[in-house]
């Protein structure tokens, strides 16, 4: 098989190699740029966040109550133990159990406060969980026709670069990297078809001379226009 047969098929790989890879980027895009995904997931992290900074608030509350709690219960006792007689001492302990008791009641409307907000954030957090469940449910379905498209390229591109490693290994070291150079400066494209006796890309007419090398494939003919290397299929 000749060389200019062999680029010419390495060729038409690549270009469909191209047109597949840069079709799998394009979906990669879209599916991963989901707005409404994007926006739902936020959406239940602050949710989550808000929930939580009020579940500690709720508990610092709750242990403060527990302490003071705690504090009036030994005041009490000190109060009716008996143990203490002097009337102002008495009084005084008194006062300081009515003070925490007031302290206690506040704290406990704080509680209950903090308890309603910390019920409404959950809400909020459940809804933002159903309603982001709902939005993938509803970009499966609109992605699904996406999904299958790149499920069929890359099987089509792994067929493609298995092909494209059987072609390569049946050119030449140098001449292969000649084709990789003319593909990086021809806009991808290193090989043209010869077609009513010119170049297919630029228009080229090409000399008998020309076409005689190409069709006896003795070696690798150039358009004298764009450079490309010339093969007639
Ligand atoms: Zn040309």
């Known amino acids: 098989m000749s ?20 079709r799998l980027e394009e979906i990669e895009a879209i599916l991963s740029n989901d707005q409404a995904l994007r926006d739902a997931e936020k959406k239940l992290e602050k949710a989550q966040a ?7 608030e709720l508990n610092q509350i709750i242990d403060k109550v527990e302490a003071q709690r705690i504090k009036r219960k030994m005041t009490q006792a000190s109060l009716f133990s008996g143990n203490i007689k002097n009337p102002k001492a008495l009084q005084d302990l008194q006062m300081e159990s009515e003070a925490l008791a007031r302290y206690i009641a506040q704290l406990e409307d704080e509680q209950l406060m903090k308890m309603i907000a910390y019920e ?13 469940e709902g939005v993938k449910i509803a970009s499966i379905e609109e992605n699904a026709a996406l999904l299958g498209e790149r ?16 072609v390569t290994q049946s050119i030449p070291q140098k001449i292969l990297k000649l084709y990789i150079q003319l593909r ?38 150039f358009c004298p226009s764009c450079g490309r290397i010339l093969y007639e299929g």
Do not use: H, M
């Open 3 to 22: 060389d200019s047969l062999n680029l010419y098929r390495l060729q038409n790989l690549d270009t469909a190699i191209d047109q597949k890879e840069s």
């Open 50 to 56: 808000t929930a939580k900074q009020i579940r500690i």
């Open 151 to 166: 499920s069929k390229l890359e099987d089509d591109l792994s067929r493609l670069r298995k092909e494209k490693a059987a």
């Open 120 to 132: 409404e954030a959950e809400k909020i957090e459940q809804q933002a969980e159903k309603r982001l």
């Open 184 to 221: 990086k400066t021809k806009r991808n494209v290193a090989v043209t078809s010869v077609s009513d006796g010119g170049c297919s890309i630029c228009g080229q007419a090409l000399t008998p001379a020309d076409l005689q090398s190409i069709r006896g494939a003795s070696r690798l003919v």
